[in-house]
């Protein structure tokens, strides 16, 4: 059985006052507190649930109209700051979000990037009118080294999309147990020099 962080309704982030959404914090238990964007369809629930998980360069607005893009397409976001910080040459395109009690980056395939994801897979299930079945996670960079490596491990969401992630030889050994459908993407430019690790 999982056991469901803790979940309560927080207030609006510096630098995204200007963004239509509702905002939990997500305890993620020994690591520190995940903020949130919630973002719902306009119809009656209960709908499919996706969780965005942002790359080296740190939680950001993009993020949070990118929920409410699939929002208006039938599906609730949750659009998570899943560690505190950011770096590399990809901040240069982010209008950034503070999330200072997140917690600390992780490497995408520790146990800890493991514990903060589970941790806001469940949160995002609790949510009142998601359907907890039919949850799936896109990851971007870090996020998705972060979501490859929890879908290799626990195959509990329905999906997965991960863009511009890497692919590690150590996780190389658990493809062939892969059980949830997935989508990769990549530009034509994707470098490891972008902070796609």
Request: include cysteine; glycine fraction near 10%.
């Amino acid at each position: 059985m999982q056991i469901i962080p803790a979940v309560s309704v927080a207030d609006v982030p510096f630098g995204a006052e200007r963004l239509a959404a509702e905002w939990i914090s997500v305890n993620v238990p020994g690591l520190g507190v995940s903020l949130a964007a919630v973002t719902r369809p306009t119809d009656a629930g209960p709908w499919p649930a996706v969780l965005l998980l942002h790359g080296s360069h740190g939680f950001a607005q993009e993020y949070v109209s990118l929920a409410k893009d699939l929002s208006r397409g039938g599906l609730l976001g949750v659009a998570a700051c899943w560690f505190e910080g950011s770096s590399g040459e990809g901040t240069r395109f982010i209008c950034p979000i503070a999330c200072p009690d997140a917690p600390p980056r992780p490497d995408p395939l520790s146990d800890d990037a493991l514990r903060t994801v589970d941790a806001l897979v469940q949160a995002a299930r609790s949510l009142p009118d998601v359907l907890p079945n039919a949850l799936g996670i896109l990851g971007h960079s870090r996020g998705g080294g972060a979501t490859l490596n929890y879908i290799l491990r626990k195959s509990d969401v329905r999906a997965a999309v991960l863009n511009s992630a890497r692919y590690p030889s150590e996780l190389r050994s658990l493809a062939s147990e892969l059980k949830v459908p997935l989508l990769m993407l990549h530009g034509t430019a994707d470098s490891p020099a972008d902070g796609g690790d």
